[in-house]
């Protein structure tokens, strides 16, 4: 039985998701600003410690939700209802077992950290231990909303998602409005009212699963062959998380160990703008991804090779729209939304958002390795190959290499992976390496030129926000004849033959 890929599906879902990450950024930017302001710098910087620590766990959401969508994505293709009740209830099952593991650790490691190690002013050590306990709790809570996410965005609900996601954000924002107005503690009255408002949202997942998915049931399931499955797909693809996070983490600790912290927040700074930029392709792709897990389930290989080439292309224009016109200002743009610029933080943006838009190809291809359930040499090869940037950084950095040095070997690494990838992958499921690697080498052809194009057009605009404006528009311009020259022949036609109808309806 073949996968129909329904791309209309895919554009709405998109669009849901996209207007979900607009609100979401704009909100949150303005809580931080309200927060700051009635919590005062010292109990927000507490609040800030306190809540890391409990969230140095939160590296384990991004593993458990792709996981728990790959398993019901490929129930719901096979129609298999029975089987997925059971997997939602075990992934549940799995998730409260983490949560008392998780509980073990921060009641005991933890909390001696926050005693003893934690630079706190003496009247705040109460507060603070008040904070922590209440911010372990909203973590659990948090957890358990990965199962109820994970069945939406298989069952490709995305309307849903991107509404609740807005109802949070708006409802914190007008938590913290409130807040101004308590006499007490507040503090430990905020901790307080987001682990409250987690639990709403919490229960509003609950509900609307409950009501939209009828024929699922909670009920208390355990099967260990199938929990050892879904703990070694967990297992292996998280050691390609963590690789990326020792890998960003290290060349911190690096750079500090041969610069000083000034160094380090430019490098924040330029992981902030490269953060933000890759929303973008993030959003697009998780509303593509449970069509590939559909598509290899019923064994439509072909239509799947050719989903994941369009999301490769598409996920790089859709990343290279903010990230070219950034890179050919990107001395005006930092010098806007900073008062201040520290060394290197230019260099660092640029050749960061330049590694970003290679990384971006990287998702369908991991997708793909997912859906097969043969991850453990992928995530092994791909994790060293990426684990080589500290090593090298710190020989070339002991022999005084410049510290954007590290960054353009990680885009080397980056480039290497690219090819790697795909080739592994081909080591599980036979695919055309000839397609996917001059597509590869089409793409890096398009990085290059439509930044040289930016930054040559770019030098002589004048330094102004309709500079940057004037940029952005020759920038998707040229990036999108350039996907229109890459995308396969009869993508070409297909879009030729929508606008024609298009211009003939409208007339």
């Given at each position: 039985m073949k996968h129909q890929i329904n791309n209309k599906e895919i554009i709405l879902n998109s669009v849901f998701l996209y207007i979900r990450m607009i609100i979401l950024m704009i909100v949150n930017l303005y809580t931080v600003r309200v927060v700051l302001d009635v919590?005062?710098?010292?109990?927000?910087?507490?609040?800030?410690?306190?809540?890391?620590?409990?969230?140095?766990?939160?590296?384990?959401?991004?593993?458990?939700?792709?996981?728990?969508?790959r398993f019901f994505s490929i129930e719901i293709a096979n129609n298999n209802i029975k089987k997925l009740n059971k997997l939602f209830n075990l992934n549940i099952s799995l998730f409260a077992l983490l949560s008392v593991v998780v509980f073990i650790i921060s009641e005991s490691i933890g909390l001696w950290f926050i005693n003893n190690q934690l630079v706190i002013p003496e009247d705040r050590i109460s507060a603070a231990n008040w904070v922590y306990q209440i911010s372990i709790a909203t973590f659990v809570v948090n957890l358990f909303t990965i199962p109820f996410n994970s069945l939406i965005v298989s069952y490709e609900k995305m309307k849903a998602f991107a509404y609740i996601a807005i109802i949070e954000a708006l409802g914190k924002l007008g938590l913290v409005f409130f807040l101004s107005y308590l006499d007490a503690d507040k503090l430990i009255v905020y901790a307080l009212l987001m682990f409250i408002f987690s639990l709403l949202i919490n229960i509003t997942y609950f509900v609307y699963c409950k009501y939209s998915f009828k024929e699922l049931k909670l009920f208390l399931y355990w099967?260990?062959?199938?929990?050892?499955?879904?703990?070694?797909?967990?297992?292996?693809?998280?050691?390609?998380?963590?690789?990326?996070?020792?890998?960003?983490?290290?060349?911190?600790?690096?750079?500090?160990?041969?610069?000083n912290p000034a160094i380090n927040a430019a490098r924040a700074i330029a992981f902030q703008v490269n953060s933000a930029a890759n929303q973008l392709a993030v959003n697009f792709f998780t509303a593509v991804k449970p069509q590939i897990y559909k598509s290899y389930t019923t064994g439509d290989l072909d239509e799947m090779g050719r989903l994941v080439r369009r999301s490769i292309i598409f996920s790089m224009f859709?990343?290279?729209?903010?990230?070219?016109?950034?890179?050919?200002?990107?001395?005006?743009?930092?010098?806007?939304?900073?008062?201040?610029?520290?060394?290197?933080?230019?260099?660092?943006?640029?050749?960061?958002?330049?590694?970003?838009?290679?990384?971006?190809?990287?998702?369908?291809?991991?997708?793909?390795?997912?859906?097969?359930?043969?991850?453990?040499?992928?995530?092994?090869?791909?994790?060293v190959i990426s684990l080589l940037n500290l090593p090298i950084s710190y020989i070339l950095l002991r022999h005084g290499a410049s510290p954007e040095s590290t960054i353009i070997i990680s885009i080397i690494c980056s480039v290497i992976n690219m090819f790697v990838r795909t080739y592994m992958l081909n080591k599980e499921m036979e695919i055309k390496l000839s397609q996917y690697y001059i597509l590869y080498v089409k793409l890096l052809l398009y990085i290059i030129l439509s930044v040289l194009i930016s930054?040559?057009?770019?030098?002589?605009?004048?330094?102004?926000?309709?500079?940057?404006?004037?940029?952005?528009?020759?920038?998707?311009?040229?990036?999108t004849i350039l996907t229109y020259i890459i995308i396969d022949s009869s993508d070409r036609k297909y879009l030729m033959n929508l606008i024609k109808t298009k211009v003939n309806y409208n007339k």
């Open positions: 919590l005062g710098v010292e109990d927000y910087g507490i609040y800030g410690v306190i809540g890391s620590i409990v969230t140095m766990f939160s590296f384990l959401n991004g593993n458990l939700m792709s996981a728990s969508q099967n260990i062959k199938e929990l050892k499955e879904l703990i070694n797909l967990i297992g292996w693809h998280f050691l390609g998380t963590l690789s990326l996070s020792l890998n960003s983490q290290g060349i911190n600790i690096l750079i500090n160990m041969f610069f859709l990343i290279g729209i903010i990230t070219v016109p950034m890179i050919a200002k990107t001395e005006l743009v930092l010098s806007l939304w900073l008062k201040e610029v520290p060394l290197y933080t230019i260099i660092f943006t640029k050749l960061t958002l330049i590694n970003a838009m290679i990384d971006t190809t990287a998702g369908p291809i991991i997708a793909v390795s997912l859906a097969t359930g043969r991850i453990k040499q992928f995530q092994i090869v791909v994790s930054v040559y057009i770019g030098s002589y605009i004048i330094d102004n926000i309709m500079g940057v404006i004037f940029i952005g528009i020759i920038s998707l311009l040229v990036q």
